[in-house]
């Protein structure tokens, strides 16, 4: 481990990989944060289960639009550089909403400026996520190309262990400290974040335009004067009586040639804004063309279905969990911890032994997991297990890892599929709005089940109908089932 660091330092240097670390750290380590978010919807904002559900759907949106900060990033350098900063610019979106929510507690206890802040908080986030990304990619193909996956293996390691730490401390702090001071705690991160930018140094990719504009406006001005001497020496030989008028001759043009000169600097400045509009209208195009393909919208258009079709309920289950089951904070940072720890367990167990077999086949068998484990919510909603004798605390555990599992192996496929698809050329573009379809299917069947809680009237103290809302989420997962079709029939879960 200490031996594939040390070859990491010496391939990228300790500055690049202590950015990447960080950021990805950070996006695990939300979870601290995020927990405090739920507690203040619920208890100081007193919000229903669909209320506090349609305040989180609105506030992950920007996660669905990742290809623009991608498209943005790649043709419209900034001060002749793509990534830093718009990285700087992704870490104030991230540092700001926390502290302007940590020290100004009426913001906090507003609806609508809270879902603001969280919204712009993600914003931040999402275009942080995209841009280093970028970085990673660029790096390993300029530079050492035989540590693309390692790069990719640390960056989730970094993730899991924020992620981790997030969950332990998340449930510690909330029975120890306010949430206002959560806020501005977490705040620390992004400001470190901030901080590491200027430690990562890019090359100004764009600077061939700089000297293009000052050295041909400078020279239009020294040939201009140059014309003028060569003609005020001409004159000179012929008469020496009109030295007045040449004087005068030679005033204007040098006025007509800075005004020539300035104008063409503007022109340039011009074509500049037109070739990043250019630039921006290509991808866009090659974007379009890319995904209308039938091999490429076929199985995005079903991962996109698996997560319309079903309603998630998590945020409910968050209140019943709470206010019915009476489970402290602590206990459900323990249970996320559990729920970092199955993703891992699906991580190895899919590469050990699921990657051979038909993505068909995963995807229908991970389906079949997600209702099974929708069984075990019906069985706790339904008081089953204390008639067995199981514990609910046993159940909520079991159900969070079994799940967190089970979803892995369902975004394994989705990753390998979503690489092979890609077309030369617009790899990382084009990944990025798979990845945004796949957030914004998970945003929409965030409104469905915000909206299906609301039909059936559960409220926060009102969970008489929450049974029957878990059995349509059961009917529900077998819904993609069906279209699996979609999915290119001879496709493995090995991505080469």
Request: hydrophobic content about 55%; proline content about 1%; charged content about 10%.
């Given at each position: 481990m200490i031996e594939w660091l040390k070859q990491l330092r010496k391939s990228f240097g300790f500055s690049f990989l202590w950015l990447i670390c960080l950021i990805y750290f950070t996006q695990g380590f939300r979870t601290f944060v995020w927990t405090a978010v739920s507690y203040q919807l619920k208890d100081r904002l007193k919000l229903s289960p669909s209320a506090s559900q349609f305040v989180y759907s609105i506030a992950i949106f920007p996660w669905s639009i990742k290809p623009l900060y991608g498209i943005l990033s790649d043709c419209i350098p900034i001060g002749g550089r793509k990534r830093i900063p718009y990285l700087v610019v992704a870490s104030i979106f991230s540092l700001f909403p926390w502290l302007v929510l940590g020290l100004n507690a009426p913001l906090m206890d507003s609806k609508v400026h809270?879902?603001?802040?969280?919204?712009?908080?993600?914003?931040?986030?999402?275009?942080?996520?995209?841009?280093?990304?970028?970085?990673?990619?660029?790096?390993?193909?300029?530079?050492?190309?035989?540590?693309?996956?390692?790069?990719?293996?640390?960056?989730?390691?970094?993730?899991?262990?924020?992620?981790?730490?997030?969950?332990?401390?998340?449930?510690?702090?909330?029975?120890?400290?306010?949430?206002?001071?959560?806020?501005?705690?977490?705040?620390?991160?992004?400001?470190?974040?901030?901080?590491?930018?200027?430690?990562?140094?890019?090359?100004p990719l764009g600077s061939r335009f700089l000297p293009e504009l000052s050295n041909s406006g400078s020279s239009q001005i020294v040939n201009g004067d140059n014309n003028v001497l060569d003609e005020d020496s001409s004159n000179s030989e012929r008469s020496r009586i009109s030295t007045s008028r040449r004087k005068k001759r030679r005033t204007n043009k040098k006025k007509r040639t800075v005004i020539k000169s300035k104008s063409q600097i503007s022109e340039k400045d011009g074509s500049l804004a037109l070739q990043w509009f250019r630039t921006l209208k290509m991808a866009a195009c090659s974007l379009y063309s890319a995904f209308r393909q039938p091999i490429i919208l076929r199985p995005m258009a079903w991962f996109f279905l698996a997560h319309v079709s079903v309603p998630n309920l998590s945020t409910v289950m968050f209140y019943y969990q709470t206010e019915f089951l009476n489970l402290e904070a602590s206990f459900l940072g323990t249970v996320r911890v559990v729920g970092w720890l199955g993703l891992m367990l699906g991580t190895f167990t899919y590469n050990h032994y699921l990657k051979k077999m038909r993505l068909r086949r995963i995807l229908m068998l991970a389906h079949v997991g997600y209702s099974f484990m929708s069984l075990l919510n019906i069985a706790l909603v339904a008081r089953t297990n204390v008639v067995f004798g199981i514990s609910d605390k046993i159940m909520v555990l079991c159900g969070s890892a079994f799940h967190d599992a089970i979803h892995q192996f369902k975004f394994m496929p989705f990753l390998i599929l979503s690489g092979r698809l890609c077309p030369p050329g617009i790899e990382g573009t084009l990944f990025a709005l798979f990845m945004s379809i796949n957030n914004l299917g998970a945003t929409i069947g965030s409104f469905m089940g915000a909206g299906l809680a609301s039909v059936l009237n559960i409220s926060s103290g009102s969970f008489d109908n929450l049974l029957l809302g878990m059995v349509i989420q059961v009917l529900c997962t077998f819904i993609p089932i069906a279209f699996l079709f979609l999915i290119p029939k001879e496709a493995t879960g090995i991505s080469t």
């Open positions: 809270l879902m603001i802040s969280l919204t712009v908080q993600n914003l931040g986030s999402a275009m942080a996520d995209v841009v280093v990304d970028a970085m990673i990619a660029e790096a390993v193909r300029f530079e050492r190309a035989a540590f693309t996956g390692d790069l990719q293996s640390l960056s989730w390691l970094a993730m899991a262990i924020g992620g981790i730490c997030g969950s332990l401390l998340g449930g510690y702090a909330l029975t120890n400290i306010e949430i206002g001071q959560i806020f501005l705690l977490f705040s620390l991160l992004p400001s470190i974040q901030l901080l590491s930018c200027g430690l990562v140094k890019e090359n």
